[in-house]
T-cell receptor, first 115, second 115 residues
Framework: AQKITQTQPGMFVQEKEAVTLDCTYD???????LFWYKQPSSGEMIFLIYQGSYDQQNATEGRYSLNFQKARKSANLVISASQLGDSAMYFC????????????WGAGTKLIIKP | EAEVAQSPRYKITEKSQAVAFWCDPISGHATLYWYRQILGQGPELLVQFQDESVVDDSQLPKDRFSAERLKGVDSTLKIQPAELGDSAMYLC?????????????FGNGTRLTVT
């Protein structure tokens, strides 16, 4: 069965510190994509970063980077120099690359940045 | 950057009434999704369209929910009759392809309250 696990229901982090949000996944498909989304309290779901299972390098997008450890089936999101505006729910999601399977979502982590 | 448009932003309705949500995807995006999200949980796929065809509606409660995308562009999701348990955020998303590497881009969502 395909599954995403986010073990941190909530996190408090001091402003300007780096943050690591954990995500582990389970799949038998050899090719898949991993996504991270941010959902502020206003409700919109914002795409942050994508990692393909065959990508050789970890994905980076501005202050966001993905620590991809394929053997451990881990795809942690790292936010550098956190800002107050980073306070939100963060969701990890996965989908096989060559099929029409729906996106599998984790339960999310609520991140609160303290001033 | 082009956005997914959704309306209304908020909707309050009484149980047993009909309610409809509208979504206009990013231009050129062939794949359109409707999700339902209960507060504090990950999104749940209701229906997926490829152009005007339904690809997956296995999670859509078809006795009361219907969705259409007649010309393969904008889409409408309807609930009739609404029940108290339908109170949730309804998110529309689109992607340029069905493959796992294509990120979903979401609209701002419709927050539905059924009284």
């Amino acid at each position: 069965a395909q599954k995403i696990t986010q073990t941190q229901p909530g996190m408090f982090v001091q402003e300007k510190e780096a943050v690591t949000l954990d995500c582990t996944y389970d799949t038998s498909d050899p090719s898949y994509g991993l996504f991270w989304y941010k959902q502020p309290s206003s409700g919109e779901m914002i795409f942050l970063i994508y990692q393909g299972s065959y990508d050789q390098q970890n994905a980076t997008e501005g202050r966001y980077s993905l620590n991809f450890q394929k053997a451990r089936k881990s795809a942690n999101l790292v936010i550098s120099a956190s800002q107050l505006g980073d306070s939100a729910m963060y969701f990890c999601a996965m989908r096989p690359l060559n099929s029409n399977y729906q996106l599998i979502w984790g339960a999310g982590t609520k991140l609160i940045i303290k001033p | 950057e082009a956005e997914v448009a959704q309306s209304p932003r908020y909707k309050i309705t009484e149980k047993s009434q009909a309610v409809a949500f509208w979504c206009d995807p990013i231009s050129g995006h062939a794949t359109l999704y409707w999700y339902r999200q209960i507060l504090g949980q990950g999104p749940e796929l209701l229906v997926q369209f490829q152009d005007e065809s339904v690809v997956d509606d296995s999670q859509l409660p078809k006795d009361r929910f219907s969705a259409e995308r007649l010309k393969g562009v904008d889409s409408t999701l309807k609930i009739q009759p609404a029940e108290l348990g339908d109170s949730a955020m309804y998110l529309c998303a689109s992607s340029s392809g069905q493959g796992g590497h294509s990120p979903l881009h979401f609209g701002n969502g419709t927050r539905l309250t059924v009284t």
